[in-house]
């Protein structure tokens, strides 16, 4: 019974993370109707732009994290201005195919400047942990959980209750309308994608601090992030939370009965039920 | 005439190869209501779109002295002439009030825009019991008078409105009509393109008359609804 509560708390933590790691991905889905398949790179390098702050300035890595945002936000913003808004309004297999190419370039281009050595952000209080009933829970692992809720919800108020963040939603729904009153739809694309960029950044930068990075975590973390995407739906940036708390519980639950060989084949297996059930998403896209 | 707000000289414009607009020139003057009728398939909606700089155009464009022949569609609007599209064109799944609220996307002035958004509500009394409701699941009355009420927030110079009446109850489209001229009396100038040449007709000052991407006819509201030819072709009377 402890084993099973701690494989939980495990997972809910795990999946607080995969929230934000997905939080993007769906945010420039929506709004550009890209998948960005590149998406996992740039969470990578968020993880390595988080470890060289660290390691290099001696910065505190959740204190990194804003600065490791801004180089994301800007990587993102470059992307999209100069490679993606020639294609945009082209076919979805144009811009899969690109943001694939993308993908592999930002790995090798990783490989060559970091090295495929494994790699992990580790400050001094990295081991402390505290016990709650019976649960050990490990102090990094609640800090990057909190922060990715924290950011997570943000950026749900951000979208709901300013005037860019209206702009955004109103170029999703309606780009016609939304040229109409004001728009303009390649600020708000660059913008968005820039945003989506610094939050996989962010994501990178908190997936460092509890797990070990490479540049070659990128892929398994984009098809993650799509599953989620698709539980969560594209419409409410909290879709993703419940999606990531979905695919963290199923993947702790599974390694801890099945053996860990088998975690991606249950996060995938859920992405197959969902698309196979409710090709909307869980939540669906409503508000 | 160099005074007119808008003014438009041998526009054309179309979609790809297909050439829908064929030399329309048109002025507009301050604080009229100018009315564009004729048959589905003529080319208003185009024409307004060409206006809009949603599709791209041949042809000189004026504004307010202005030329935006070659501004974009966010400058258009910026510049004070907006459009209330054919088939509304809400945002579905955001409240009336957050509607409203993207017909202000350009203005910084917070108070201005809350005092705004309560006039809307008086002259629309409809919406304001609706302020939260998502705009995709109202009726087709209140989702027009939606329409015109976000581009009301942005403090528009010239309202193009294009097929207020299509799919309404008579009563609605005289109730916005009677909007209109509200509006008009507030220093709104405003082009209405219809497929319902009477009522367009009855509260307009001028109108144009366009057929297959042309401008056939034009003169004042009355004299409009007295030609002969209109008469028979839109308005079936012998």
């Known amino acids: 019974m402890e084993l099973l509560a701690q494989v939980l708390v495990g997972g809910v933590l795990l999946g607080g993370l995969y929230a934000l790691m997905a939080l993007g991905l769906a945010l420039v889905w929506g709004v550009l109707n890209i998948v960005n398949l590149s998406h996992g790179a740039l969470i990578m390098l968020g993880a390595y732009a988080t470890y060289y702050l660290f390691t290099g300035t001696g910065l505190d890595p959740f204190a990194a994290l804003p600065i490791t945002a801004i180089v994301l936000f800007v990587i993102g913003w470059l992307i999209q201005r100069g490679i993606l808004n020639l294609v945009i309004r082209g076919p979805m297999f144009n811009t899969l195919l690109i943001t694939f190419g993308i993908e592999v370039i930002l790995t090798y281009l990783a490989q060559l400047l970091f090295s495929a050595d494994f790699r992990a952000i580790n400050p001094p209080y990295a081991g402390n942990n505290f016990r709650v009933l019976g649960i050990t829970i490990p102090l990094m692992q609640v800090l990057a959980f909190a922060i990715a809720i924290g950011l997570t919800v943000a950026m749900w108020l951000f979208l709901l209750h300013t005037r860019v963040g209206r702009g955004i939603r109103a170029a999703s729904q309606n780009l016609v309308a939304a040229r109409l009153y004001g728009v303009n739809p390649r600020s708000i694309y660059a913008l968005t994608f820039g945003i989506g960029s610094a939050l996989a950044g962010v994501a990178g930068g908190l997936y460092g601090t509890v797990s070990q990075i490479n540049p070659y975590i990128g892929g398994p973390l984009t098809a993650k992030s799509f599953a989620i995407a698709i539980i969560g739906g594209l419409e409410n940036p909290l879709g993703v939370i419940v999606g990531g708390l979905v695919l963290g519980i199923v993947e702790s639950l599974t390694a801890l009965y099945a053996g860990s060989t088998y975690r991606d084949v249950a996060s995938f297996g859920v992405l197959i039920l969902v698309l196979i059930l409710r090709p909307t998403g869980l939540l669906g896209r409503t508000t | ?238």
């Open chain 2, 1 to 238: 005439m160099a005074d007119a707000l808008l003014e438009t000289r041998a526009l054309t414009a179309g979609y790809g190869e297909m050439q829908v607009l064929r030399d329309i020139s048109l002025a507009v003057q301050p604080a009229e209501i100018v009315a564009i009728v004729g048959s589905n398939g003529a080319g208003k909606t185009t024409l307004l779109r060409a206006i809009s700089r949603l599709i791209p155009c041949g042809g000189e464009v004026t504004f307010d002295g202005k030329s935006v022949s070659h501004a974009t569609a966010d400058e258009v609007f910026g510049s004070g002439l907006v459009q209330v599209p054919e088939g509304r064109q809400l945002f579905d799944r955001m409240s009336v009030e957050e509607n409203l609220r993207m017909g202000a996307y350009r203005r910084g002035d917070r108070r201005a825009i809350d005092d705004d958004l309560d006039r809307m509500y008086t002259l629309f009394p409809r919406l304001s019991d609706r302020r939260r409701q998502l705009a995709g699941s109202m009726s087709g009355g209140e989702q027009q008078m939606c329409a015109m009420a976000r581009a009301l927030m942005a403090r528009p110079r010239l309202m193009m409105v294009d097929e207020m009446s299509l799919g309404l109850a008579p009563v609605i489209v005289d109730q916005l009509l009677e909007t209109m001229t509200a509006i008009r009396k507030e220093g709104v100038t405003v082009l209405l393109v219809e497929q319902d040449v009477h009522a367009a007709l009855s509260v307009a000052d001028r109108g144009y008359v366009m057929e297959t991407g042309e401008i056939v006819r034009e003169g004042s509201a009355r004299e409009l609804e007295s030609d002969p030819e209109v008469q028979r072709a839109y308005l079936g009377e012998v």
